[in-house]
């Protein structure tokens, strides 16, 4: 089955820096990577997503890449705020009718 | 974007009673509803797929008597966590996907999470 691997488990950054989480994915059939950001004692929101016939989407302040043939996909975000701080999670959707399959998580401190 | 209501948000149970957490899509209807575990500092742990009018499906390793999953309308899902333990004690978090031409191949939204805590 699908298998998503997450890096860095952890990432400190100052604010107004950048900040890169990277995603892999085993499953050449998956066509749907979102990303979820989660708040301490909240459910996880999401913030992102792209379908495997785009390399690159942009939402003001963050974006996501997508490389289909070394399956893998990152997360950027850019000017970080201290409010960007949070447990952030990528997914692949391996076919569309199962659950999505989660990495490990990052948990991102922006340092003020 | 789609909203998903979980409720309660928290929670707290004598050992041996059971408790039961309510997952709602508000606008949109879910065929299938899904539960997740989360430990402390950890991802989210699938333990269940909920499929309207039929029986659940149960990742291995999760009791299927001790997580009772319920989906009689298109809109609400519950799980019934029975005869409750302190080791069940945990965040408990739901999620629906919209359906779309008959795949579910959109966005999942997340509930609030339920906060378990069993003495």
């Known amino acids: 089955g699908e298998n998503v691997e997450q890096h860095p488990s952890t990432l400190s950054v100052q604010e107004g820096d950048s900040a890169v989480i990277k995603c892999t994915y085993s499953d050449s059939a998956s066509n749907y990577f979102p990303w979820y950001k989660q708040e301490l004692g909240k459910g996880p929101q999401l913030i992102i997503d792209?379908?495997?016939?785009?390399g690159e989407k942009k939402d003001q302040r963050i974006a996501v890449t997508l490389n289909k043939t070394a399956k893998h996909f990152s997360l950027h975000i850019t000017e970080t705020q201290p409010e960007d701080s949070a447990v952030y999670f990528c997914a692949a959707d391996p076919s569309g009718n199962t659950p999505l399959v989660f990495g490990k998580g990052t948990r991102l401190s922006v340092i003020a | 974007g789609a909203v998903v209501s979980q409720h309660p948000s928290r929670v707290i149970c004598k050992s041996g009673t059971s408790v039961k957490i309510e997952c709602r899509s508000l606008?949109?209807?879910?065929?299938?509803m899904f539960w997740y575990r989360q430990f402390p500092k950890q991802s989210l742990m699938l333990m269940a797929t909920?499929?309207?009018?039929?029986?659940?499906?149960?990742e291995q390793g999760v009791e299927k008597d001790k997580f009772l999953i319920n989906h009689a309308s298109l809109t609400l899902s519950t799980l019934t966590v029975t005869s409750a333990h302190p080791e069940d004690s945990s965040f408990y978090i739901c999620?629906?996907?919209?359906?779309?031409?008959?795949?579910?191949?959109?966005?999942?939204?997340f509930g609030q999470g339920t906060r378990l805590t069993v003495v």
């Open positions: 792209i379908r495997s016939n785009v």
């Open positions: 999620s629906a996907r919209r359906m779309t031409g008959g795949r579910m191949n959109t966005e999942a939204f």
């Open positions: 909920s499929n309207e009018g039929s029986k659940a499906t149960y």
């Open positions: 606008d949109f209807q879910a065929t299938t």
